[in-house]
């Protein structure tokens, strides 16, 4: 039965990232001189909606059933120790997604900007509740959808009767539930930091017995991200000019 349920969080998903479309041809339908980016701005509203329902429905039916899977049925840790484990899970979430980066740029030569993070604040600039999206909503529907139904039922699936099963367990459902997510983001250049983050989110779960920590990790992090691009972006862009102005002087002596 948990595996109905489970499925039933997936279909929500699904549900949630193709609600848009209907919608999307009824307006270019009624006007077709209608350009990308002001479609786009029109849909935003009914994202923020369908996004806000998806998150409810998938806290509902994460909730109604009672037979966990052996991660959940587990021991949890107490409240101060999964407090621990958030403030400790958002350090070590950006030092692998930074080892990652760095490997992505200088090994496999991949642009430093997700596509996909630059189209995502330029739809917060357009309209602010994108935010809700960003930082809330879609944090909680991806963990309920990668960590409880993906990554703990394959993680259900492998027979545990030794650390090294338990290890391979974590590894193999950790690799499936990160490579989905990052087709899910239609980010194929930075798979491998979706794949470090689905790591690390995945340990949190497992670590704590508690969803409820790599829901806050998410939300933490991607906050950080829609801060540091919004209302620190001039910052950021004077760092980095400053930072190419010494690059190009210490190449100078080199």
């Keep these: 039965m948990r595996r109905v349920y489970s499925i039933l969080i997936i279909l929500t998903f699904l549900a949630v990232q193709f609600a848009l479309l209907p919608i999307g041809l009824i307006f270019t339908a009624i006007d077709p001189s209608l350009g990308p980016g002001e479609l786009i ?3 935003i509203p009914y994202q923020v909606i369908t996004f806000g ?3 409810v429905i998938v806290i509902l039916i994460g909730n109604i059933h009672k037979n966990k899977n052996r991660i959940e049925l587990g021991s949890k840790t107490d409240g101060l120790l999964t407090t621990v484990w958030i403030i400790g899970g958002v350090v070590l979430a950006y030092l692998s997604q930074i080892i990652a980066g760095v490997i992505n ?3 496999f030569n991949n642009p430093v900007e997700s596509q996909n993070t630059t189209e995502i604040v330029d739809m917060i600039f357009n309209s602010p509740w994108m935010i809700l999206v960003v930082v809330l909503f879609g944090p909680i529907i991806e963990e309920y959808v990668f960590r409880r139904a993906i ?3 394959i993680y259900e699936m492998i027979p545990i009767n030794s650390t090294a099963q338990k290890v391979l367990a974590f590894l193999a459902a950790g690799l499936v539930s990160g490579l989905i997510f990052a ?7 930075h798979i491998l930091i979706y794949l470090s983050m689905s790591y690390v989110f995945s340990f949190l779960y497992v670590i704590t017995g508690r969803l409820l ?3 806050f990790v998410h939300v933490i992090m991607n906050g950080i991200v829609v801060l540091l691009q919004t209302v620190f972006a001039d910052f950021l862009q004077e760092a980095e000019e400053i930072q190419n102005q010494l690059n190009a002087i210490i190449s100078i002596f080199m």
């Design 41 to 43: 701005e029109k849909l």
């Design 53 to 55: 329902l998806g998150a």
């Design 105 to 107: 740029i200088y090994v």
């Design 151 to 153: 990554f703990g039922e």
């Design 183 to 189: 087709v899910a983001h239609a980010d194929f250049t």
């Design 213 to 215: 920590v790599p829901i």
